[in-house]
């Protein structure tokens, strides 16, 4: 089945506590992205892949780090939260361009206190 | 600046009116708009626009896009209140060989009995 896993679904966590979403595909998809999610101002792009090793910032970047060192595999870094990154983060992928449909996880409901 | 505005912002029928949900966009080498619909979770597809295809249709549901002008437009005939959910259009925005996900921030569609 085609899908798009996200892990964990739920966080809390303290100001300064690093952590790490991950997100992989089954695809072989080449693009992948991040969004974060908040009432009033809707989907928005953190990070976005083309490919293996490149990777290049969103409208958001600011307090997230990203890598993709497999083709699968996107995971996103809060090196030190703080509680404005409370949200709904949704990762995605699709194919070259996004001239079909991108495949969203499920969601992960971040809370830093 | 928005780059893709999707209007109205809200928006509450009864069951068995018919819906317009409208989305404008502003990118340059224009490839494709997307559709979503997200009820409680994740974001699911609805339909794929392209250059070389302005409309689509599945079921209820219809949508087509006006290139000269610069909009989509979804169709909900004959509501229900299991179409009650925020849709989401999106479009792939273009810039130095890479292609950035941008989304509208969503028409919440309410329909009540």
């Known amino acids: 089945e085609a899908q798009v896993t996200q892990n964990p679904r739920y966080l809390i966590t303290v100001t300064g506590k690093k952590l790490t979403v991950t997100c992989s595909q089954n695809m072989n998809h080449e693009y992948m992205s991040w969004y974060r999610q908040d009432p009033g101002l809707g989907l928005r792009q953190i990070y976005y892949?083309?490919?293996?090793?490149?990777?290049d910032k969103g409208d958001v970047p600011e307090g997230y780090k990203v890598s993709r060192k497999e083709k699968r595999n996107f995971p996103l870094i809060l090196e030190s939260p703080s509680p404005n990154q409370t949200s709904l983060y949704f990762c995605?992928?699709?194919?070259?361009?996004?001239?079909?449909?991108?495949?969203f996880g499920q969601g992960t409901r971040l809370t830093v206190v | 600046e928005d780059k893709v505005v999707q209007s109205p912002l809200s928006l509450v029928v009864h069951e068995g009116d018919t819906v317009t949900l409208n989305c404008s966009y502003e990118?340059?080498?224009?490839?494709?708009l997307l559709w979503y619909k997200q009820e409680k979770k994740a974001p699911t597809f609805l339909f794929m626009l392209t250059s070389s295809g302005i409309e689509k249709k599945s079921g209820r549901l219809s949508s087509i896009l006006d290139k000269k002008e610069l909009f989509s437009i979804l169709n909900i005939t004959a509501t229900q209140t299991g179409d009650s959910a925020v849709y989401l259009c999106?479009?792939?925005?273009?810039?130095?060989?890479?292609?950035?996900?941008?989304f509208g921030k969503g028409t919440k569609l309410s329909v009540i009995p």
């Open positions: 995605a992928s699709g194919t070259t361009a996004w001239v079909t449909e991108a495949f």
């Open positions: 999106a479009v792939p925005l273009s810039g130095a060989g890479s292609y950035q996900l941008t």
């Open positions: 990118v340059t080498n224009f490839r494709s």
């Open positions: 892949s083309m490919n293996v090793e490149v990777t």
